[in-house]
């Protein structure tokens, strides 16, 4: 039987310099082999999220077109030359540069992307993708819409949660990616749900 998850409510997201601290090694793992699943040529979204902005880190250089949901990722990647680099436009969250109003849903519906790269705020086997914003879900939904490959990089402790709105089902999720230190109960659970787990070392 799987762990027992854990609901996150309505609760405030975090400081982006808080959710940067949690954890580093295990996200800039994920997100190397996340960006090792992307080939050169193809097109992709890249959502908001302290992983994202280290997927497009691993990115850099590489001939990609790339939609990207924050101002972070965005001037990571345009540093370069490789990278086509486009923006959704719209609010710019303080803190995180997230771009997450009806402006960003738009132009993901509009762009057709081979793979996404989704940010994960809670997994779970019984309660699928969930998101604490009703705004972060929608644009959340657009982008699995929009994409013909979903990957999701995402430590341990988020694969044990739920939350308060739902964006799509682990079905949704080409490939989930995790850590070593995921419990076992938890992994047979999500595998047991149909999604394909990739395991990294930390």
């Known amino acids: 039987m799987a762990a027992p998850c854990a609901h996150l409510g309505a609760r405030a997201s975090q400081p982006i310099s808080l959710r940067r ?21 193809e097109s992709v ?11 497009a880190e691993n990115l850099v250089g590489r001939d990609i077109r790339a939609l990207c949901l ?23 969250e303080t803190d995180t540069l ?5 402006t960003a849903v ?5 762009f057709r992307a081979d793979v996404a ?24 939904a657009a982008i699995i819409g929009s994409s013909s ?9 988020k694969l044990t949660r739920s939350s308060t709105y739902g964006f799509g089902e682990l079905s949704n999720l080409d490939t989930l990616l995790t850590t070593t230190d995921i419990d076992p109960e938890t992994l047979t659970g999500l ?3 149909g999604v394909s787990v990739e395991v990294h070392d930390v």
């Open 106 to 110: 738009d132009a993901v519906r509009r």
């Open 70 to 92: 924050s101002l972070s990722a965005a001037a990571t990647l345009a540093s370069t030359p490789g990278p086509v680099v486009t923006v959704p436009g719209g609010i710019v």
């Open 117 to 140: 790269i989704l940010g994960a705020c809670a997994v779970s086997a019984q309660s699928g993708l969930t998101c604490t914003e009703d705004h972060d879900a929608v644009l959340k």
């Open 149 to 157: 490959r979903c990957l999701m990089p995402a430590p341990p402790r």
């Open 98 to 102: 997230a771009m997450l109003t009806t």
């Open 45 to 55: 979204i890249i959502d908001n999220g302290t992983t994202c902005e280290m997927v």
């Open 191 to 193: 595998q047991e749900a």
């Open 21 to 41: 601290s949690e954890g580093p090694g295990g996200q800039r793992v994920l997100a190397r082999a996340t960006a090792a699943l992307v080939d050169d040529g």
